[in-house]
């Protein structure tokens, strides 16, 4: 691949849903729409693929828009965590759009949810290959503009008030977000993540930086539902359609996640006790209050909804370990937990329409849907982390290094993510028990599922067992993607090169600038 193709790479995954995007906004026919949206998803698969393949072996590939460098110009930077999460997301895009293909909705259709959803997957990846902080925001704008516009699209009483709450939430976040942005750059003089790096590693351990670490993470925190700022989540997510649903659970609550790890790793890691601390004791926290929540719930989607809050208290608790194989765990564990949220979302949309119902409480439905059976108990066993499942191999090296960690409070978030994985392990078993187990009433009739309709949520199964059987693989890479996180030296040279980045000078404010023609300057003096 030549250079200008690779230097190309980072925005393609961005600029490809993007274009196609304000494409579906034109007026056409359902089938061309089908055909624009799936193509949109697999291009940006495919590019996120190729990223992916590039960066594997270290590179950082960096796209400067408008032939402007790093610091003082905007650039797309893929690494191997970028290109990671912009896989993982692309994948899921492609499930979203084939569910939403295969099951029509001419009233959200009328208004453009396709197009919406192409503009949610282009903010979503702009959010993973972002190069400095304050485009870090604008991405979650652009993510949040067409997930706001579709969580309420359809206008029910449920979503216009869950989407209300869901909108509160992320804008409050978001203006925290532009003060911390204002912070960095008024401490630091730049918000390039590698600059910032560069800035905060020459400045030392500093008291200010840390107060600005401390104010992104309670910012990302927000965005990826820690307890207690994750109220919104449970109940938004089921109040969604189906596909639109299930590319929410799995994907944006690890953009959040994202950024946690992106900016406690390669950029503010000089004094990580402090928010190492707090992550720790939000982990453990948000691990119990997911399990306990699903317990507690009796529809298919409220239940899963808390266990995607489960799911980030786990990613939580192991970036606060701040060890590297806590890391490499953890990196492991998003895979994991991505794969196995979107095929639980996906059984869950053939559950409710083959039972008509939401509640879990149908029976009987073994005979009629084996095959979705043995799905949902391999997903079920993953989430609660139970071998030979994907899910033991990413919790049991979670577990593993918070017993290697040492600390008092590591000990109590073990006992937290042991806890909480049993209890887990029964909400799922009842989920199992109450819908496919015991006799099927004969008044309650079956809804018909079309063959297309169950295949994303068969596939999506196929992929979290894949996981199990590639553990290796995937551990490997979470690996190399840890030790890169850990030693930032490679992703400062790949962004700002060899040569040092000469700022000029504050200006003081006691200078005169002389005039072009000639005239002296008024003397300054009272009013």
């Given at each position: 691949?030549?250079?200008?193709?690779?230097?190309?790479?980072?925005?393609?995954?961005?600029?490809?849903?993007?274009?196609?995007?304000?494409?579906?906004?034109?007026?056409?026919?359902?089938?061309?729409?089908?055909?624009?949206?799936?193509?949109?998803?697999?291009?940006?698969?495919?590019?996120?693929?190729?990223?992916?393949?590039?960066?594997?072996?270290?590179?950082?590939?960096?796209?400067?828009?408008?032939?402007?460098?790093?610091?003082?110009?905007?650039?797309?930077?893929?690494?191997?965590?970028?290109?990671?999460?912009?896989?993982?997301?692309?994948?899921?895009?492609?499930?979203?759009?084939?569910?939403?293909?295969?099951?029509?909705?001419?009233?959200?259709?009328?208004?453009?949810?396709?197009?919406?959803?192409?503009?949610?997957?282009?903010?979503?990846?702009?959010?993973?290959?972002?190069?400095?902080?304050?485009?870090?925001?604008?991405?979650?704008?652009?993510?949040?503009?067409?997930?706001?516009?579709?969580?309420?699209?359809?206008?029910?009483?449920?979503?216009?008030?869950?989407?209300?709450?869901?909108?509160?939430?992320?804008?409050?976040?978001?203006?925290?977000?532009?003060?911390?942005?204002?912070?960095?750059?008024?401490?630091?003089?730049?918000?390039?993540?590698?600059?910032?790096?560069?800035?905060?590693a020459a400045l030392g351990p500093n008291a200010t930086v840390t107060a600005v670490g401390?104010?992104?993470?309670?910012?990302?925190?927000?965005?990826?539902?820690?307890?207690?700022?994750?109220?919104?989540?449970?109940?938004?997510?089921?109040?969604?359609?189906?596909?639109?649903?299930?590319?929410?659970?799995?994907?944006?609550?690890?953009?959040?996640?994202?950024?946690?790890?992106?900016?406690?790793?390669?950029?503010?890691?000089?004094?990580?006790?402090?928010?190492?601390?707090?992550?720790?004791?939000?982990?453990?926290?948000?691990?119990?209050?997911?399990?306990?929540?699903?317990?507690?719930?009796?529809?298919?989607?409220?239940?899963?909804?808390?266990?995607?809050?489960?799911?980030?208290?786990?990613?939580?608790?192991?970036?606060?370990?701040?060890?590297?194989?806590?890391?490499?765990?953890?990196?492991?564990?998003?895979?994991?937990?991505?794969?196995?949220?979107?095929?639980?979302?996906?059984?869950?949309?053939?559950?409710?329409?083959?039972?008509?119902?939401?509640?879990?409480?149908?029976?009987?439905?073994?005979?009629?849907?084996?095959?979705?059976?043995?799905?949902?108990?391999?997903?079920?066993?993953?989430?609660?982390?139970?071998?030979?499942?994907?899910?033991?191999?990413?919790?049991?090296?979670?577990?593993?290094?918070?017993?290697?960690?040492?600390?008092?409070?590591?000990?109590?978030?073990?006992?937290?993510?042991?806890?909480?994985?049993?209890?887990?392990?029964?909400?799922?078993?009842?989920?199992?028990?109450?819908?496919?187990?015991?006799?099927?009433?004969?008044?309650?009739?079956?809804?018909?599922?079309?063959?297309?309709?169950?295949?994303?949520?068969?596939?999506?199964?196929?992929?979290?067992?894949?996981?199990?059987?590639?553990?290796?693989?995937?551990?490997?890479?979470?690996?190399?993607?840890?030790?890169?996180?850990?030693?930032?030296?490679?992703?400062?040279?790949?962004?700002?090169?060899?040569?040092?980045?000469?700022?000029?000078?504050?200006?003081?404010?006691?200078?005169?600038?002389?005039?072009?023609?000639?005239?002296?300057?008024?003397?300054?003096?009272?009013?």
């Amino acid at each position: 691949m030549s250079g200008i193709m690779l230097s190309a790479l980072p925005l393609a995954p961005i600029l490809t849903p993007l274009g196609l995007g304000v494409l579906l906004l034109a007026p056409m026919r359902r089938g061309w729409q089908v055909a624009v949206a799936l193509a949109s998803a697999v291009l940006t698969l495919l590019f996120g693929l190729s990223l992916l393949g590039v960066t594997a072996g270290g590179a950082v590939l960096v796209s400067e828009l408008g032939g402007w460098p790093a610091p003082f110009g905007i650039v797309m930077t893929a690494d191997r965590l970028g290109s990671f999460m912009s896989v993982l997301a692309a994948g899921c895009g492609v499930f979203t759009v084939w569910l939403m293909a295969a099951r029509p909705d001419p009233v959200r259709e009328k208004h453009h949810s396709f197009a919406l959803t192409s503009f949610l997957f282009a903010g979503v990846q702009l959010s993973f290959l972002t190069g400095d902080l304050f485009n870090l925001f604008v991405a979650f704008e652009v993510m949040l503009v067409a997930s706001y516009a579709l969580a309420v699209l359809g206008s029910t009483r449920e979503q216009l008030r869950e989407g209300f709450r869901y909108i509160v939430m992320n804008l409050s976040a978001s203006a925290l977000l532009v003060v911390a942005c204002g912070l960095a750059y008024g401490t630091l003089g730049t918000l390039n993540f590698a600059h910032l790096a560069q800035r905060s590693a020459a400045l030392g351990p500093n008291a200010t930086v840390t107060a600005v670490g401390v104010l992104l993470l309670i910012v990302f925190a927000a965005k990826g539902a820690l307890f207690p700022l994750g109220f919104w989540l449970p109940g938004t997510y089921p109040a969604l359609p189906h596909a639109t649903g299930a590319f929410f659970a799995a994907v944006l609550t690890k953009v959040g996640l994202y950024a946690l790890i992106r900016v406690f790793t390669t950029v503010f890691n000089q004094d990580p006790d402090l928010p190492n601390t707090l992550l720790l004791i939000l982990g453990a926290v948000t691990m119990l209050y997911g399990a306990l929540g699903a317990l507690s719930q009796r529809e298919w989607r409220r239940i899963l909804s808390f266990t995607v809050v489960g799911s980030v208290g786990y990613l939580a608790f192991g970036l606060g370990l701040g060890t590297p194989g806590a890391l490499r765990a953890s990196l492991a564990y998003l895979a994991v937990s991505v794969a196995v949220t979107l095929a639980l979302f996906l059984i869950a949309a053939v559950a409710e329409q083959a039972g008509r119902s939401r509640l879990v409480r149908t029976r009987g439905f073994i005979d009629v849907l084996p095959l979705l059976a043995a799905c949902f108990l391999l997903c079920a066993l993953t989430v609660a982390g139970l071998p030979p499942t994907a899910g033991f191999v990413a919790k049991y090296g979670l577990v593993r290094a918070g017993l290697e960690q040492g600390s008092v409070l590591a000990g109590v978030a073990v006992g937290s993510a042991l806890l909480s994985s049993l209890i887990t392990l029964y909400a799922l078993l009842n989920v199992w028990r109450g819908f496919f187990w015991g006799r099927r009433p004969r008044e309650n009739p079956v809804g018909a599922v079309p063959w297309a309709e169950r295949l994303p949520a068969y596939l999506a199964s196929a992929l979290v067992a894949a996981l199990a059987v590639f553990a290796g693989p995937l551990l490997g890479y979470a690996g190399a993607t840890a030790d890169e996180l850990k030693n930032n030296t490679r992703y400062i040279l790949g962004v700002l090169g060899s040569r040092p980045v000469d700022l000029p000078a504050r200006p003081k404010g006691d200078e005169v600038q002389q005039p072009k023609d000639g005239h002296t300057p008024l003397p300054e003096g009272p009013p």
